[in-house]
């Protein structure tokens, strides 16, 4: 397997602002056109949305978070395959899209907080406590995604089973541990990694508040060159809780990108999590995973 492979080079991230589009349903229209624009103003893309005057009607709704990501989404020309889910823990309001065929994604280094949230579990079923052994090689496996420290924890942990053990008290429905020591191959959706954030960053968590304290610490302390994808959707200035993974497939040369965390969206405490795969090189996906999941985020605050 070879995941995690030296730093991504990094081109300048292109982050969707989306003008506010106008709909309401079985309404006549007269097509206008909405704006995709980056930070600094320069037209990306445009899609033709439905308006009646220049003036909503007061009784119109809002489009719903599913409605305004996919609306959001259907405009992104995407390489490979992708999920994306989001959850504000503030409203409640949740949203989820799914682009091509695949079911489940490779995991590649995401699973690192999944195979933490197990020894955490593990250690709060016995009793007891991480060793200073084990806390070292946590904080390698999240802050650095060290592979060496991963298959380490990997083995204490019991491996795919378990891990499997552990994900159906996390309430982790879809996700299956890699097998033949192949943790980076493990099976999951987006919805399932938002289970799991869930289960470090939610108020009702089979974690204890000291078990996800120390997971949401590390968390927001991955090195920097590792602190992209479901970033680009944080306010300016807001901390950041990440995990992200990556992993060129050698049977395709193409790359799996993944990214999940906790960010702060217009105020609000956001979950995101975007699996992806079939992109041509690394830095395509960085940038689809980013474009994705400031959708998402945009998606479920507004």
């Known amino acids: 397997m070879d995941d995690d492979l030296g730093n991504p080079e990094r081109k300048k991230r292109r982050r969707l602002r989306r003008i506010a589009v106008i709909a309401a349903t079985g309404l006549a229209t007269a097509g206008v056109l ?3 624009v980056d930070r600094s103003g320069s037209h ?7 308006k009646v005057s220049d003036t909503p009607s007061a ?9 305004a990501l996919t609306r959001a989404l259907n405009a992104v020309t995407a390489e490979g395959d992708y999920q994306v889910a989001a959850l504000d823990l503030d409203s409640g309001d949740s949203a989820s899209y799914a682009h091509g065929d695949s ?4 995991t590649a280094s995401i699973v690192k ?33 060290d592979n060496d420290a991963t298959n380490t924890l990997w083995g204490e942990i019991g491996g795919a089973s378990g891990l499997d053990a552990a994900n159906k008290t996390l309430g982790l429905t879809d996700t299956v541990g890699g097998t033949d020591g192949d943790w980076g191959l493990t099976q999951t959706t987006a919805e399932d990694q938002i289970t799991l954030l869930e289960a470090v960053y939610g108020d009702d968590s089979p974690l204890s ?7 949401q610490g590390l968390m927001g302390n ?3 060159d590792q602190q992209w994808g479901v970033s680009a959707a944080a306010d300016s200035g807001s901390s950041v809780g990440l995990k ?26 956001v979950l995101i999590a975007v699996t992806s795969s079939g992109s041509s090189t690394e830095s395509a996906g960085i940038g689809l995973v980013e474009t994705v999941a400031e959708a998402a985020g945009d998606a479920v605050v507004a």
């Open 103 to 106: 079911g489940t994604y490779d």
């Open 244 to 269: 992200n993974g990556w992993l060129q497939r050698s049977a395709t040369d193409l790359w799996d990108i993944n990214s999940v965390g906790e960010v702060t969206v217009g105020g609000d405490s």
């Open 44 to 50: 990306i893309d445009a899609a033709p949305v439905a």
């Open 209 to 215: 508040a000291d078990s996800q304290t120390y997971v």
């Open 59 to 67: 009784s119109a709704s809002p489009a719903s978070p599913d409605a």
């Open 113 to 145: 907080v999944d195979i933490l949230a197990t020894l955490l579990l593990q250690a709060q079923d016995s009793g007891t406590a991480l060793t200073p052994a084990q806390r070292t090689l946590a904080t390698s496996m999240i802050e650095n995604s």
């Open 222 to 224: 991955v090195e920097a």
């Open 34 to 36: 909405t704006l995709a």
